[in-house]
Nanobody
Framework: QVQLVESGGGLVQAGGSLRLSCAASGRAFGGYEMAWFRQAPGKEREFVAA???????TYYANSVKGRFTISKRNVKNTSLQMNSLKPEDTATYYC???????????????WGQGTQVTVSS
């Protein structure tokens, strides 16, 4: 069992920054690939970013490349630094985990409850 808890969401103006955090817990946790997804009003859930188990490789959606940075502080803590935020970034952001790097970018087995990010004009 894996538990994921997001934090760091809030209301910011366009051009501002936020840093989201994901704390993982549970017995036997380890070796998991991590990712962030988001779901905006009127849109389907979409992939945002992922990081490999060792933290050496990262993957980004084209819409956030160059603005967002995913990183691992340690084995149980993953962050998403969000810079140059745009109104279209407004969404509920979810942390996700899976044993497979491919699966974590498409259909992760574990999800957090989500944290709201709102970017005003």
């Amino acid at each position: 069992q894996v538990q994921l808890v997001e934090s760091g969401g809030g209301l910011v103006q366009a051009g501002g920054s936020l840093r989201l955090s994901c704390a993982a817990s549970g017995r036997a946790f380890g070796g998991y690939e991590m990712a962030w997804f988001r779901q905006a009003p009127g849109k389907e859930r979409e992939f945002v970013a992922a990081i490999s188990w060792g933290g050496a490789s990262t993957y980004y959606a084209n819409s956030v490349k160059g603005r967002f940075t995913i990183s691992k502080r340690n084995v149980k803590n993953t962050s998403l630094q969000m810079n140059s935020l745009k109104p279209e970034d407004t969404a509920t952001y979810y942390c996700a985990a899976d044993a497979s790097l491919e699966n974590v970018r498409t259909s992760p087995n574990y999800w957090g409850q989500g944290t709201q990010v709102t970017v005003s004009s």
